[in-house]
Nanobody, 122 residues
Framework: QVQLVESGGGLVQAGGSLRLSCVTS????????MGWFRQAPGKEREVVAG???????YYADSVAGRFTISRDNAKNTVYLQMSSLKPDDTAAYYC????????????????WGQGTQVTVSS
């Protein structure tokens, strides 16, 4: 079992930055693919970014060049640095973990956090 707890969300003006953290416990995440997802009201949950156990990364087109995902296995933590935020980035952001990269990217992860709210004002 892997437990995930997100933090770092909040209210920010358009153009601002936030860094989300996902602290994990239970099993080491060293061999897990990790990802960030988001869900806005009335919309389906979508992948934002993913990072493999070897630190290969994936970004949704909507955030590429503005968001950066990283991991610190020693601290069992995954980060999402968000810059140049837009009102469309407003959503609940969730951290996820899975041993299978494809399952992670396809929104089928085994483990999920409770989420942290990000609100971007115009």
């Amino acid at each position: 079992q892997v437990q995930l707890v997100e933090s770092g969300g909040g209210l920010v003006q358009a153009g601002g930055s936030l860094r989300l953290s996902c602290v994990t416990s239970g099993r080491t995440i060293r061999w897990y693919a990790m990802g960030w997802f988001r869900q806005a009201p009335g919309k389906e949950r979508e992948v934002v970014a993913g990072i493999s156990w070897s630190s290969a990364t994936y970004y949704a087109d909507s955030v590429a060049g503005r968001f950066t995902i990283s991991r610190d296995n020693a601290k069992n933590t995954v980060y999402l640095q968000m810059s140049s935020l837009k009102p469309d980035d407003t959503a609940a952001y969730y951290c996820a973990a899975d041993r299978d990269w494809n399952d992670l990217i396809q929104n089928k992860s085994d483990y999920w956090g409770q989420g942290t709210q990000v609100t971007v004002s115009s």
